[in-house]
């Protein structure tokens, strides 16, 4: 039992409490965004928070296995850890205290998820997962703590239909949550991997080339050869590189641009031809709606992407809304078997933030409705008969005594979005309702 | 980094991954819940999942403070104590390695919550929480470690108005989600203390007798006298609860139980009054759909509870599958502020459970249609083209590459749910939709 001192009734670093409107807000964009993924065929899974520790680090996560929030172990298992460092006067093993985690994001749990259950799933299992995560970030401004993710993968189809159709699905949830004016960009692995191999650099340190590459639009091109240079790669690969991207015409169609790079890389033609299908499929299916276009310097930071990688961005905001792509390799770590996935995930906090800063209200489908009795006159069985009423009419009620500064309550009512009253003066069939 | 030893795909223990049926039913609960106590006028709120664990170990919890899931301190902090220890050779503190813990219960983070958003709140202030709680629980039959909590709380409302709302919404779900037969069985603290105070017993051990009391209907009024004994509580005390008890008509409506009780033990005429216009009130208002009755030896574990106490029973199960009460102090506790509260909160898991063992099939909105494409024939742009159609007809529509064996292929679209067909060839316009 802790002592009595006075605990603080914030919630803790990094996370959030939500208030009504925040919670309409959020449920919202949810119910959107599951409603559009299920017209495209997908079905919503769940996992538990938390994952066997060993899962968690094994590595999939990149940087973000330096963030997991580990659960202490309990009872005798964690009395031994400690008894045993104490009689052997070791310091007690950091590794040895947790046995659990919270996951850092949905695709970890999701792989563990589709080898344990694969014999009860569809195949292809086309999945949709929202859920909160954990990361213990250093605390500052829009990072969180907990926050909500929102993914669709698919399992089994080792097409670009695939990509298609997650790129579609993810398309159309965003016109629907009043997004516009944003743009797909997509790249592949095996692009990126022939731009390496074809400039000299080393095949064990593609990904350190790949990860300076991403920041060609923050730092240009002279700040790309500039920190390539600083990490000690061949001077011959940084300057071909600088040549190939100096020459990429900005102004050509992103077809066009494509053939060039794959030409002059002679990069995997399947990898060519899928990209090419990707981008005259979803050209003409967003009939303007949307664009899409190829960006050679497109990485995406997990190392565990083998193929198209893409991301959605927004016009007036420099972050992406939307990441995903190609993950051939990773359910085989698993579980032994070689099954194709593919996924892609909405940043959703980024796209309720832009949501909340733009003064976006989410359509009703009930009317509220306020009633005020006064409890000095009124019964409480006739002041529930009538609220009953009022529901069988479809509004939302809620019952409030009458305090003394009535004029104060309406406009409190109206402010929590209430927008009709009924003051109780006994009429338990027909109360009266008017506008606030 | 850990090493490359298997790792199981199972969750962990007493957690469950839930495949799209299982979301569909829980979904369809939670959708269900949400709308009719949206009706009575309460909103959504969420807090985060991990609470300072100060907070949480502080004692509102009862027997849960031991099942708390600990979160360990991370970097300088964490390895401070362990250095501390090693340094002194002193075995570490156990309670010193965690700073955060997974919330066991929603009342407490609702608590912490209120006291620190009151002002942007309505008052009173009328509560919805759908949210998973983890509890440490020994591992067993129907006994997770993860699950779902859904309750309702009212703040600041001091008369019984609270309680019957709650009643009315919660029984209003139950009858929504396909539950009938069912009855409110209600009490107060205050004529529970009345009881134990008439019969003799120390009012520093009302707890105590409490506890034993509530085991009334599972090991009948003897096994309580003899368990009373064992506690050591004076024979007088225990002799004159078990005339007490055994006098009591059985056949007696509730309000005349209720007022032979009162007013042999002289018990706190409010709680009374309050109790009597509940069973009135609910009584008329639920027409017969579901009983409401006084239940004497109704306890509910929690210490917190201050007036009336309730539970909802199904016929058929010894659980019951609902549970609230008033809690009048608990704010106070944390804010300094005196605000009644009153929560109720539905045993979601066993709800969802009953409707599974009972093979309940939510009702859907949408149909889902598998379209299956020849991958060596049909073009990847007509296929999309296709399948937008089906989705502009309303179709949920999953594509699907044929497989050898084609009427295995649609049996298995079928085992999903899937109810129209259409095998393409071609025909991006109107596409030929049958029934599977």
New interface residues.
């Given amino acids: 039992?802790?002592s009595?001192?006075q605990?603080?009734?914030?919630?803790?670093s990094g996370?959030?409490?939500?208030?009504?409107a925040?919670?309409?807000l959020?449920?919202w964009a949810t119910g959107v965004i599951t409603s559009t993924y299920?017209?495209?065929?997908f079905?919503?899974?769940?996992?538990?928070?938390?994952?066997?520790?060993?899962?968690l680090?094994?590595?999939e996560g990149g940087e973000n296995?330096q963030l997991i929030?580990?659960?202490?172990k309990?009872g005798d298992k964690?009395?031994r850890v400690?008894?045993d460092?104490?009689s052997k006067?070791?310091?007690?093993d950091?590794l040895e205290?947790?046995d659990?985690g919270?996951r850092f994001d949905l695709t970890v749990p999701l792989v563990?998820?589709y080898?344990?259950?694969s014999n009860?799933?569809?195949?292809?299992f086309?999945a949709i997962q929202i859920g909160?995560v954990?990361r213990?970030e250093s605390a500052q401004q829009g990072r969180y703590?907990?926050f909500t993710q929102c993914d669709i993968d698919m399992f089994g189809?080792k097409?670009?239909?695939a990509e298609?159709?997650l790129l579609?699905a993810t398309s159309e949830a965003l016109l629907k949550l009043d997004f516009e004016n944003f743009t797909i960009c997509i790249n592949d692995r095996r692009i990126l991997a022939a731009i390496a191999a074809f400039c000299g650099f080393e095949e064990n340190r593609f990904d350190s080339v790949f990860i300076e590459l991403d920041k060609l639009d923050k730092i240009g091109l002279d700040g790309v050869v500039r920190e390539l240079t600083k990490d000690g790669h061949p001077a011959a690969a940084v300057e071909k590189l600088k040549e190939l991207i100096a020459a990429l015409d900005p102004t050509a169609d992103s077809v066009t641009l494509l053939n060039t790079l794959a030409e002059k890389t002679s990069a995997d033609a399947e990898a060519v031809k899928g990209l090419q299908?990707i981008l005259?499929?979803i050209g003409?299916?967003s009939q303007g709606r949307y664009k899409i276009k190829f960006e050679p310097s497109l990485v995406r930071g997990m190392g565990y992407y083998t193929g198209p990688i893409f991301e959605i961005k927004c016009d007036g905001y420099s972050y992406s809304v939307a990441g995903g792509g190609r993950y051939d390799k990773m359910v085989a770590k698993?579980?032994g078997r070689d099954v194709p996935a593919c996924g892609f995930s909405i940043g959703f906090e980024r796209i309720v933030g832009i949501l909340a800063d733009k003064g976006f209200v989410p359509p009703t489908s009930?009317t509220?409705l306020g009633l005020i009795f006064d409890?000095g006159r009124d019964q409480?069985?006739d002041?529930?008969?009538a609220a009953?009423n009022l529901?069988k009419q479809g509004?939302?009620?809620?019952?409030?005594?009458k305090k003394k500064d009535v004029k104060k309550q309406i406009e409190?009512?109206s402010?929590?979005g209430i927008a009709r009253l009924c003051m109780f003066r006994g009429e338990v069939e027909n109360p009266e309702v008017k506008d606030i």
């Fill in positions: 039992m802790a009595d001192t605990i603080s009734s914030a919630p803790q996370m959030r409490d939500f208030t009504p925040d919670v309409r959020r449920d299920e017209q495209f065929g079905t919503k899974i769940e996992t538990p928070a938390l994952e066997n520790i060993n899962l680090r094994r590595g296995l929030f580990e659960v202490l309990r964690l009395d400690l008894s460092a104490h006067a070791t310091k007690v950091r205290l947790a659990m919270l563990r998820f080898s344990q259950n009860e799933l569809p195949h292809p086309k909160s954990w213990a703590r907990q189809v097409s670009e239909i298609i159709e579609q299908s005259a499929v003409e299916h698993m579980s009930t509220r409890p409480v069985s002041v529930i008969k009953g529901r509004f939302a009620v809620v019952t409030q005594a409190q009512l402010a929590q």
